[in-house]
């Protein structure tokens, strides 16, 4: 059984860099194609960011797109969300999600396991 557990998170400031890691147990990187989504109160879940196994193409919402970067570490079998110039409506629960389709996408579906969550605060 596949499980992911995010950390990183906390609360910045407006302009401030925050990095989130998924660890993933249970399975490998390099099999499965890993996303970020993100959930603030009174809104539907988001896609972030995603990036696929095979060949590692990778995808970005559009509000994150030139601020955020996706990275792998197959080594430590990590997957890292670096976030940069972030913004208050960048705050949220992120979740990472990990799917065994082979290409990323950014729908919800074909990812098939799910972390707990790390909240982003951005206030000043």
Not at 23 to 41: N, V, Y
């Amino acid at each position: 059984q596949v499980q992911l557990v995010e950390s990183g998170g906390g609360l910045v400031q407006p302009g401030d860099s925050l990095r989130l890691t998924c660890a993933i147990s249970g399975g490998t990187l390099s099999s499965h194609t890993m996303g970020w989504f993100r959930q603030a109160p009174g809104k539907e879940r988001e896609f972030v960011a995603s990036i696929g196994w095979f060949g590692g193409n990778t995808y970005y919402g559009d509000s994150v797109k030139g601020r955020f970067t996706l990275s792998t570490d197959n080594a430590k079998n990590t997957v890292s969300l670096q976030m940069n110039s972030l913004k208050p409506e960048d705050a949220a629960v992120y979740y990472c999600a990990a799917g065994t389709a082979p290409y990323a996408t950014i729908t919800a579906a074909p990812y098939v396991y799910w972390g707990q969550g790390t909240q982003v605060t951005v206030s000043s």
